[in-house]
């Protein structure tokens, strides 16, 4: 007997879940696009097709509280992220207010990112505030700025992005865990930036992993998704619960697409995080250009840190133009392959305004972000295009 093998990252974003179907052989897990399922006499719940990725419950009663394709997508994403169950959402923002209720209480108080995703900081700010939830803003870059936030007020939850949207600074996940942990608060990050490839927040420390799976886990801009991955089962069981009982999991088409994207998630990350990386360095030496932010570059803020819990550093890339506003305005509409718009993660490159667009929601609010700013999610186009259309816009 050979000493047991662990698959590789690519084997399990194209096998795990995904056995082929025992009764057609059908190599990819089917649309199970289906609401209801009969029951063989009263309570008999008949099991699933796809093995593995049913193991959490007695059988198929009703798709919102669990369908084939999208356990396959859960077992799948459980698998990729090391953990110890993984939960489907009809968005990443559903994935996250699904968390934050199973964690939180009323009068209980959470520490975000003083450069949070905006719509992380909506939900914070306008939603969860009014059942009283309270949060508080932190530099999540300074241990120490953490560290003191901690001492100061009972937290239960540190909620950490790295690399941040959009301006891509980085926490080390490692020491967030520890202070976390020593004040009895659970860590969680969200991963999106990075996917499961790049980066492993579980094995790292942390407790939880959400993912909006519509950036880089689909990853082709053509389905919206979350998920939430844990490393305890009991916090598994109550999302479970949550989830089921708010109605808040996605559809099994939208399962399927995320699934179909996962497969390829490794090679599409590699060529995201090569012309990520050099259009970085172009963008660092072109005069119209004010700062660069990209984890890659040896003179950003986290580099270090990145590049110890990071396989690669990923697609995104953030600029501000020399010009100011204007400017960064006039690049956004001269594109030519870039396309205007919103989100990332894509195989297609977009260009956005994140002070006018994604983060129009945090203006006048701590986590204003700079209006010179633009935001690059760079795709796996030729670089040599995406180069040539960047130098273009920029004049
Ligand atoms: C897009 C995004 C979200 C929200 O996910 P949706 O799928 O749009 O609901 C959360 N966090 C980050 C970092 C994101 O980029």
């Not at 205007?340 to 994140?354: D, T």
């Not at 609010?365 to 209006?371: C, F, M």
């Amino acid at each position: 007997m050979a000493a047991e093998h662990a698959d590789g990252f690519e084997t399990l974003a194209i096998h795990a879940g995904q056995e082929p179907d025992p009764v057609t052989g059908a190599v990819v897990p089917p649309i199970y696009q289906v609401s209801t399922y009969k029951q063989d006499g009263v309570g008999g719940l008949r099991g699933s097709a796809l093995g593995d990725a049913a193991r959490w419950i007695e059988g198929y009663e009703y798709s919102r509280t669990a369908n084939p394709t999208r356990g396959a997508l859960e077992e799948c994403l459980t698998a990729l992220e090391g953990g110890a169950r993984a939960l489907g959402y009809a968005s990443g923002m559903a994935a996250s207010d699904n968390l934050i209720r199973v964690v939180c209480r009323p009068g209980d108080h959470v520490l975000i990112p003083h450069d949070a995703y905006g719509g992380t900081f909506r939900l914070f700010d306008k939603v969860l505030a009014g059942w009283g939830i309270s949060y508080r803003p932190v530099p999540m870059t300074d241990p120490a700025a953490v560290r003191a936030a901690l001492a100061e007020r009972a937290t239960r939850l540190l909620w950490v992005e790295t690399p941040t949207n959009p301006l891509l600074s980085i926490a080390d996940i490692t020491a967030l865990a520890q202070l976390a942990h020593d004040a009895d608060a659970l860590l969680v990050v969200d991963n999106t930036f990075a996917s499961p490839y790049l980066q492993q927040p579980l094995a790292l420390g942390a407790d939880v992993v959400v993912h909006s799976t519509t950036k880089y886990i689909g990853g082709h801009s053509d389905v919206v998704g979350g998920a939430v991955v844990v490393a305890d089962l009991a916090l598994g069981d109550q999302l479970a619960f949550l989830q089921n009982a708010t109605g808040t999991a996605g559809g099994p088409f939208d399962a399927w697409l995320t699934l179909r994207g996962a497969k390829t998630l490794a090679v599409r990350m590699d060529r995201h995080c090569q012309n990520a990386g050099r259009i970085a360095e172009m963008l660092a030496s072109h005069p119209r250009v004010a700062q660069v932010y990209y984890p890659g570059l040896p003179g950003h803020q986290g580099h270090e840190v990145a590049a110890k819990q990071m396989r690669g550093f990923g697609g995104m890339v953030s600029f501000r133009a020399a010009g100011g506003e204007r400017e960064a305005l006039g690049i956004c509409g001269r594109t030519r392959l870039f396309t205007l718009g919103e989100s990332l993660g894509g195989v297609e490159s977009l260009i956005e305004h994140p002070a006018r667009m994604t983060h129009a929601s945090v203006t006048g609010s701590a986590l204003e972000v700079p209006a010179d700013l633009v935001r690059l999610s760079v795709g796996i186009e030729t670089c040599e295009d995406l180069i040539e259309d960047l130098r273009a816009a920029l004049g």
